[in-house]
Nanobody, 122 residues
């Protein structure tokens, strides 16, 4: 069984920074694309950023230039550095693994973390 555990959320003033981390554990041989999504109250879950195993990245327009996604493949960990935070960034942030390969060399899809609350005060 694979688990994703997030850390690093919290309360910050507008203009501040936070760094989220997500560690994947379990029967993992390799992970393809990892990403971060967020969901604000009354809103749908949306993509924030994603990164392939080779390091290619994709960002939502609303966070380009302010957020940076990175990963450590050896540690099965993905990070989200969030700078110049705005009140509209307030949401629960979820880590996602799109596809991974187990030690049995089978593929598994669609793992989610439990969510980390990020609150930005004005």
């Amino acid at each position: 069984q694979v688990q994703l555990v997030e850390s690093g959320g919290g309360l910050v003033q507008a203009g501040g920074s936070l760094r989220l981390s997500c560690v994947a554990s379990g029967s993992i041989f390799s992970i393809d694309t990892m990403g971060w999504y967020r969901q604000a109250p009354g809103q749908q879950r949306e993509l924030v950023a994603r990164i392939t195993s080779g390091g290619s990245t994709e960002y939502a327009d609303s966070v380009k230039g302010r957020f940076a996604i990175s990963r450590d493949n050896a540690k099965n960990t993905v990070y989200l550095q969030m700078n110049s935070l705005k009140p509209e960034d307030t949401a629960v942030y979820y880590c996602n693994v799109e596809r991974l390969r187990t030690f049995q060399l089978s593929y598994e899809y669609g793992y989610w973390g439990q969510g980390a609350q990020v609150t930005v005060s004005s």
